[in-house]
């Protein structure tokens, strides 16, 4: 479960996120869909700590944060609870894939090596990357290195992956194999996911909740076919209607 109340961020005088809370049950799926420049992205990264909030709370299961005030302490605690998957994949191109699966294990769990192999193999075998374990990034495509951050993301075993736009970078052509395996751990695995996506089709059919954010605000949430079918903000109809 993740509990966020009251998120504030500015960058200089703009304020970018202007008061946000979302509630995410256990094991559910959360898709944040809006325009360009809405705020998704920063939001997200505050959750993690990759920015500072200027105000704002959040519960991680057990684990309460104020997401300004934080210590080293508990911003580790975070984010050995959470994992990201980032639009530009974010793996290390001198590592093979099992190494890139590997490392948070070893380096952040304190794991064995022939331990977290056997975790990395699981989780390749996951997202449909068998036998790719000792390829290089630049020998993949951009949708397999991005299953890659996938199984990455999932070895650590986080109670809440986040998910920035992770299909943005791609050719149109190898978004739906992600999507799939997106789909693929959201129907096996209990985990708590928050996806950034302009994936309207996508988020119908996985979302447990659609947020439509804009300006810094959450619009609109609730059920996907309600928001997406029936929005009852003007905003969120004017959003929707370019992508049909
Ligand atoms: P997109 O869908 O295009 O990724 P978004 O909704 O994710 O957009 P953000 O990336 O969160 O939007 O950006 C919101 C606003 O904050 C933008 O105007 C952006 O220029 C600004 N912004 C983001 N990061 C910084 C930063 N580090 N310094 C200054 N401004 C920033």
Redesign the pocket.
Known sequence: MIDIKQVHKS??N?E?LKGIDLHVPTGSVTVIL??????????L?TLNFL?KADAGTMQLNDISVDLHKASNKEILNVRRNTSMVFQSYNLFSNKTVIENIMEGLVTVKKMKKSEARDIAQRFLKEVGMEGYDDYYPVQLSGGQQQRIGIARALAMDPEVILF??PT?ALDPELVGEVLAVIRKIAKELEVTMII?T?EIGFAKEVADQVVF?EGGVIVEQGDPKVVLEHPKEERTRKFLSRYL
């Open positions: 960058f200089g703009r970018i809006g325009p360009s420049g809405s705020g998704k992205t920063t939001f990264r920015e920035d736009e943005s950034v302009h954010m």
